[in-house]
């Protein structure tokens, strides 16, 4: 009788422990955000690594032929096969495969990524289809979506800031990343041309203005976040080169390196950030992305179990280790819609060998999966409302109904549907209903690999 009713003290203490933290993290993430907007204006200042990409043509409807597509952008990349029709043709046909790429070669040597992504492609070249070659004596061309801060030379060209997301590959830092994969198809045998350099948020807004004349921006909620937007040329004081024909520029944010003392930020993301492979560096994207939500909870539960006992005498060794808790495993838990919660049972047994956990440390763990998305979630919407705000299309002029699509591609955003639905009602509840029913999300699945290879297609040596 003893030991049981000393067991639920502890448990309800322990409870109670962790609504008080998850409590006050609430109160450190709410209220605060709302300011982080009035700053929002910062990100066109301080976060243009490649204000002006040299994007001569978009792509237009009229091109046609074979092209290929890379998108390297975090734990995944994929290799794109696309076939356009020409004269409003569009795209006809598009295959692709995805690759993951092994954890060692992230951290390993610039070669040794780049003859590895090269044999990929090497390899779903060799499976090219009827009717899916290029015309003879042509060489295939490929757009290569590579999805870091990049210093751009050329629409074909560009040289590496830094390595984000995980990636930590010194001799690749300051080369021409066009230069490096051209380098490695040759070592591996295989004959094809890199005509454009984009990053995923570029590549994606490409592909949705293809399609869509209204897309605006594009926004990437993956394994990490960055958005991008097409601006008046002469709105960019940073830009001192000939103002393009058509009076538009395309403006990449590089938003996940954004910081401001006004962000929410708890003693979790700064362990988190000091811990990292950037220190200093990706706040915003710390906060928000794929990468790093469920390692926000991992250490907010290990300061749980450490502090409060929340999982009894003992801290499951499990729970000490960085990123064993990946965002999908959080958002199956958020998700769980049985009474008893037995998702969040599953998940703890599995990944961290939590076994015997009471509805109640569930349910607390539900409502931490809940706190850490909405805090993502929001400033997700914030940033957006900045690049409306911005454009100047946070107001309805004369009862206009002028649309504005933002295309979005990313993991986080396609799966983790309580995120993607709280950032649409932040965006309602920031903008008001009547501006933010001319808002569209749409989601540009493959996006940013369709939008590099008809920007491959637009750029093409054969035109
Ligand atoms: P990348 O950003 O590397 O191009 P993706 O756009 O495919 O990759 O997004 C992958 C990311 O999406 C993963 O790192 C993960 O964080 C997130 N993700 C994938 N599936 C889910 C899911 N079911 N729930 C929540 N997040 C997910
Ligand atoms: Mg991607």
């Not at 047994?349 to 956990?357: G, N, R, V, Y």
């Not at 900045?386 to 986080?412: H, P, T, Y």
């Amino acid at each position: 009788g003893k030991v049981a009713v000393g067991a639920a003290v502890v448990c309800s203490a322990a409870v109670c422990a962790a609504a008080a933290l998850v409590v006050r993290h609430r109160m450190r993430c709410s209220g605060r955000w709302v300011r982080a907007m009035a700053i929002l204006r910062e990100f066109e200042e301080n976060c243009g690594t490649h204000i002006g990409t040299v994007i001569r043509k978009s792509p237009r409807q009229e091109e046609n032929g074979l092209f290929y597509a890379l998108d390297l952008g975090g734990t995944n990349f994929r290799v794109i096969r696309v076939l356009l029709g020409g004269r409003d043709g569009g795209v006809v046909k598009q295959e692709f495969e995805e690759v993951s790429i092994p954890p060692h070669l992230m951290t390993g040597s610039s070669d040794a990524l780049f003859d590895y992504i090269a044999t990929a492609l090497a390899n779903f070249v060799a499976t090219e289809g009827e009717g899916l070659h290029p015309s003879p004596g042509k060489q295939r061309e490929l757009g290569f979506t590579f999805s870091f801060p990049v210093r751009q030379t050329s629409i074909s060209s560009g040289n590496l800031i830094k390595w984000t997301k995980g990636f930590s590959i010194d001799d690749t830092v300051g080369e021409d990343v066009v230069g490096e994969l051209t380098k490695a198809m040759e070592r591996v045998g295989l004959d094809m041309r890199v005509s454009a350099l984009v990053n995923d948020t570029i590549g994606t807004l490409a592909g949705g203005r293809y399609y869509n004349p209204d897309v605006i921006a594009a926004v990437i909620l993956g394994t990490g976040t960055n958005a991008a937007y097409v601006e008046r040329a002469q709105a960019i004081p940073k830009w001192h080169g000939l103002l393009p024909k058509s009076g538009e520029m395309v403006i990449n944010m590089e938003w996940g390196n954004f910081r401001s003392s006004h962000l929410p930020l708890t003693e979790y993301d700064q362990d988190l950030d000091v811990e990292s492979l950037n220190p200093g560096e990706q706040i915003f994207e710390k906060i928000i992305s794929g990468m790093y939500l469920g390692e926000i909870v991992r250490r907010v539960l290990l300061k749980m179990a450490e502090e409060a006992a929340f999982f009894g005498d003992t801290v499951p060794p499990k729970l000490k280790i960085p990123f064993i808790l990946r965002t999908p495993h959080m958002s199956a838990m958020h998700h769980d819609e049985s009474s008893d919660l037995r998702v969040v049972g599953s998940k703890l047994k599995d990944i961290l060998e939590i076994s015997h956990t009471s509805l109640k440390m569930r349910k607390a763990i539900v409502e931490l999966c809940d706190i850490v998305a909405t805090r993502g979630a929001r400033l997700s919407a914030a940033g957006i409302v900045g690049i409306i705000k911005k454009l100047g299309r946070d107001a309805v002029k004369d009862g206009e109904k002028q649309k504005s699509v933002i295309a979005m591609d990313g993991g986080l955003y396609e799966h983790y549907s309580k995120f993607s639905s709280c950032m649409e009602s932040t965006l309602k509840e920031l903008l008001g209903e009547e501006v933010s029913d001319n808002i569209v999300i749409k989601l540009s699945n493959d996006g940013s690999g369709i939008g590099a290879a008809l920007l491959a297609a637009s750029h093409s040596q054969y035109l």
